[in-house]
């Protein structure tokens, strides 16, 4: 069965036609394809668009509810701008309507839907985007009224990840996240297939479609989280590999597009792909730093965003357990943005780690991309936040003093360990030498004494080693 496809929420309906699970769908007769509704009636849903010819990207209309006009709705709006960019998305338009609650059927009122509808013969459309997330009937009723696609912020978001990932689990995640959303708007597909009995011998409720389609996309959710169940079990061995080295456990988290990837290039070495982009990092990447015989283990995962649709959370948990076994969490925040933007930026991500139990680990505010921004904002970032870290990892200016921070926290991790080695169990000094930092050492008669700080999981197995060899 083929997953979804990069262009499953955002163009053609191919890809999301999994079961017959679509809003629409496309059965091919040769050279002619007809476009097929499989339910809210009409023939026309933005069908006009053929992915295979057109060029150019999709044109857009963003609409938007907010409660009162301040910059946390215009921040929202933007960030929506930003996401449906980077799903290919052009936006031609934007209608906000101001009230104290999108309406429950229709999300804008009568007379702001009649506004976006007279736009249609000018801008010629692709969809419609609302900058919140709908209902089904809410969608149903939208698409009904417009005749054109509508997708929401959350599905704006699970088409971007679609584009993004690059791995087998980072597929399985993302096709696992699509499934639990199309899974919420079966309510009123196929209605003109719900009784599929007819004649004699074959009356009775049997089961109609719709029924049919929740099963089979049960199904295949079980078969996805069994599969990502085994690639977690893989990544648990290595995960566990890391935890026995000892080695302090260090993790990027942040907003989307803060720079976590091109701070870890900055900080490893490593060749993460970067690109200004939201979301452009799906797949966890783990990193190790070694200066003076201190070695640190870093990690970035993806980044992190307001409303952050639950079943991506869901879905990628098993990654994220990435942040849940660090140390230390480096919190990235961009430091071009404006204050009250990364303040809510901060909240975001505040309010994923407690989603995913990370809430308690110890952090450090790292304001990266501190190139874009002049002296004077510079000296308020540090008078408002005196013990963040301000970097930028383009041109390289405190990524030293990062790193000599972080080397730090890792030795004060280290327990001084004090031992005589027998002579007989000469093997051992070679885990000291592997392990420990500061390593001295002096010959008396029962065997080696050694001195040294070690990570104090090594430090525990060695003394454990040494007290059996003296029962022996």
Not at 76 to 105: N, W, Y
Not at 132 to 150: T, W
Not at 254 to 265: Q, V
Not at 271 to 284: C, G, K, M, S
Request: hydrophobic residues 40%; aromatic residues 4%.
């Amino acid at each position: 069965m083929r997953g979804f496809g990069r262009r499953s929420l955002l163009s053609d309906a191919r890809g999301c036609i999994i079961y017959g699970v679509g809003k629409d769908r496309y059965v091919d007769h040769g050279k002619d394809r007809e476009l097929q509704r499989t339910y809210r009636g009409g023939a026309e849903l933005g069908a006009a668009r053929d992915p295979e010819t057109s060029t150019g990207p999709e044109k857009a209309i963003l609409i938007a509810s907010i409660q009162r006009q301040d910059d946390a709705a215009e921040d929202s709006i933007q960030e929506l701008i930003e996401l449906l960019r980077t799903a290919g998305a052009e936006t031609v338009a934007r209608v906000v309507q101001q009230r104290v609650r999108p309406d429950h059927k229709t999300y804008l009122g009568r007379g702001k839907l009649d506004e976006v509808h007279e736009m249609f013969p000018a801008l010629r459309p692709d969809l419609v985007a609302v900058n919140g997330e709908l209902s089904p009937g809410q969608q149903r009723a939208l698409e009904d009224r417009l005749q054109i696609r509508v997708v929401d912020r959350t599905a704006v978001i699970l088409d971007i990840f679609a584009l993004h990932a690059r791995t087998a689990e980072g597929k399985l995640q993302v096709e696992l996240a699509q499934l639990a959303y199309s899974y919420q708007r079966q309510e009123g597909l196929w209605q003109h297939l719900e009784r599929l009995g007819g004649g004699v011998g074959t009356r009775g409720p049997g089961e109609s479609q719709l029924e049919s389609d929740r099963r089979l996309l049960r199904n295949r959710m079980g078969v996805l989280r069994r599969r990502l169940r085994d690639l977690d079990r893989s990544r648990g061995v290595m995960r566990d590999r890391r935890l026995g080295s000892g080695a302090p456990r260090v993790a990027l988290a942040g907003y989307t597009n803060a720079g976590k990837s091109s701070l870890m290039n900055a900080l490893s070495g490593a060749r993460v792909a970067v690109n200004d982009a939201l979301f452009e990092t799906l797949d966890p990447t783990t990193r190790a730093i070694e200066e003076r015989g201190i070695r640190i283990l870093l990690s970035d995962t993806v980044g992190f965003i307001r409303d952050l649709p639950h079943q991506l959370v869901e879905a990628f948990r098993s990654t994220l357990t990435e942040v849940q076994d660090a140390d230390l969490i480096l919190h990235v925040a961009d430091a071009a943005e404006p204050e009250h933007r990364r303040l809510a930026q901060a909240l975001a991500v505040e309010d994923v780690l407690e989603e995913i139990g990370a809430g308690a680990i110890p952090r450090v505010l790292v304001f990266n991309k501190v190139d874009r921004v002049g002296p004077s904002e510079h000296q308020a970032l540090l008078a408002r936040h005196p013990d963040a870290l301000l970097v930028s990892a383009l041109n390289g200016d405190g990524i030293e003093a990062l790193r000599t921070q972080l080397m730090a926290l890792a030795r004060e991790r280290l327990t001084p360990f004090d031992v005589v080695i027998p002579w007989s169990a000469g093997t051992l000094l070679s885990d000291v030498y592997r392990q420990g930092r500061d390593i001295s050492e002096t010959q008396t008669e029962s065997g080696l004494h050694v001195t040294a700080l070690m990570p104090p999981a090594a430090a525990a197995r060695l003394h454990t080693a040494i007290a059996a060899l003296a029962t022996e």
